[in-house]
């Protein structure tokens, strides 16, 4: 079974930064696609951005390009996620996200295990 636990999040001013750390158990990380999510009050949880297990490959929702960074270190089995120039609109639940066991060194995979999330809240 794998474990995701998020840490990092917090209240912060229009403008600030915040890191965001995702750390694996149960399973090495090294070999797997992992994601981060967010879910604002009342919508849906949505797509944040993804890392490949060797790093070469991101992937980022268009309203955070150029604003956040993923990355991880499979030594650590952590998965971060580094917010710069926040907005009130990225307020909301983030989550870390990795793909079942089957789908080791895999992009066509949905992801089966989420951490419980971390709050992050962004004031005007």
């Known amino acids: 079974q794998v474990l995701l636990v998020e840490s990092g999040g917090g209240l912060v001013q229009a403008g600030g930064s915040l890191s965001l750390s995702c750390v694996s158990s149960?399973?090495?990380?090294?070999?797997?696609?992992m994601g981060w999510y967010r879910q604002a009050p009342g919508k849906e949880r949505e797509f944040v951005a993804a890392?490949?297990?060797?790093?070469?490959?991101?992937n980022y929702e268009d309203s955070v390009k150029g604003r956040f960074t993923i990355s991880r270190d499979n030594a650590k089995n952590s998965v971060y996620l580094q917010m710069n120039n926040l907005s009130p609109e990225d307020t909301g639940v983030y989550y870390c996200?990795?793909?079942?066991?089957?789908?080791?060194?895999?992009?066509?995979?949905?992801?089966?295990?989420w951490g419980q999330g971390t709050q992050v809240t962004v004031s005007s």
């Open positions: 996200a990795a793909p079942p066991d089957s789908c080791s060194y895999s992009t066509e995979c949905e992801y089966e295990f």
């Open positions: 890392i490949s297990w060797s790093s070469d490959y991101t």
């Open positions: 149960g399973r090495p990380i090294s070999s797997y696609f």
